[in-house]
DNA sequence: GCTTGACTTGGAGCGCGCTCCAGCCGGTAC
DNA sequence: GTACCGGCTGGAGCGCGCTCCAAGTCAAGC
């Protein structure tokens, strides 16, 4: 399978596939007569967990270490699955930040819809307050 | 309250600040008899919120729109409403990816810890397999 | 009076992670 | 044959979001 399949299939783009090889993520492929890179099924694996990597914003520096280790073979088993486990952790870390976030939006929404309820009633009809910021700090109610 | 004061408790950093003054996300404040920034206690408020906006990955463009809105006043409530929604939504979204990334992750630490359960255990038994990619076809169970 | 330290400015620099480009080549379809 | 497409290379460029810097000012403490 040539590149544009390959990136098609695993979810990163052509260039990115070129660069990831050019910075060492990627072995080289063999080429076919014309010179193309030609890929098979098996890097395709490998290929899609990267962009998966890349999806849940591992650094291109960690993704590069885990590529190496994995290069070396099964010796470094114990040293993926300790990169693994500790980008487990951030992902959850960063799950807690976001459930956070979600709450802050949900009470300042909460807050807003209650100056203007007009949104999908009617026009308007009140107006003022000037809040946002301010939003914080309301009746102690959570 | 001048500007290292502010930046402590709104978790920015003076720089940032600054900068966020310069392209008009943050009101320019007030100086004090020296020039220097002086901050109210209101101010921290939307510092904060800018922070969290920030933790959140709001794009910094779309925190300038925000930023716009809030500072026309009133009217613009129901547009900051919908970039509210609109950015919960993002949130809950990304919170799914990461969850399904989780997922992955969890399916090749188990995979590579039925490779090698030295670890924590004792040396080492078995290895080969030669994985990685192809931690994603196995028994289907999920 | 002098030192210290927090602040001021405008602008340059940076790390990330691609992304795009020019200019070229080879294979395939009509 | 020739048009077109998809790929090749090396290297430049980019958008983001700060971050850092030099050189200067001011206020307070000793």
Redesign the pocket.
């Known amino acids: 399978m040539?590149?544009?399949?390959f990136?098609a299939r695993s979810g990163l783009?052509?260039?990115?596939i070129?660069?990831?090889e050019?910075i060492g993520l990627m072995p080289p492929p063999p080429?076919d007569?014309?010179?193309?890179?030609s890929y098979g099924a098996d890097e395709l694996a490998w290929a899609s967990f990267l962009c998966k990597l890349?999806v849940m914003?591992?650094?291109?520096?960690d993704?590069l270490a885990y590529g190496r280790l994995r290069a070396e073979g099964d010796a470094t088993v114990g040293d993926r699955l300790a990169i693994l486990e500790l980008h487990r952790a951030n992902l959850v870390k960063r799950q807690a930040e976001i459930a956070d976030c979600v709450a802050v939006l949900d009470a300042k929404i909460d807050h807003y819809r209650r100056l203007e309820p007009a949104r999908e009633t009617a026009t308007d009809e009140q107006g003022s307050t000037h809040d946002d910021g301010r939003g914080g700090r309301r009746p102690r109610r959570r």
């Open positions: 040539r590149i544009g399949t990136a783009s052509p260039d990115t070129r660069y990831y050019r080429r007569t014309a010179g193309r890179r890349q914003d591992m650094p291109i520096r993704r």
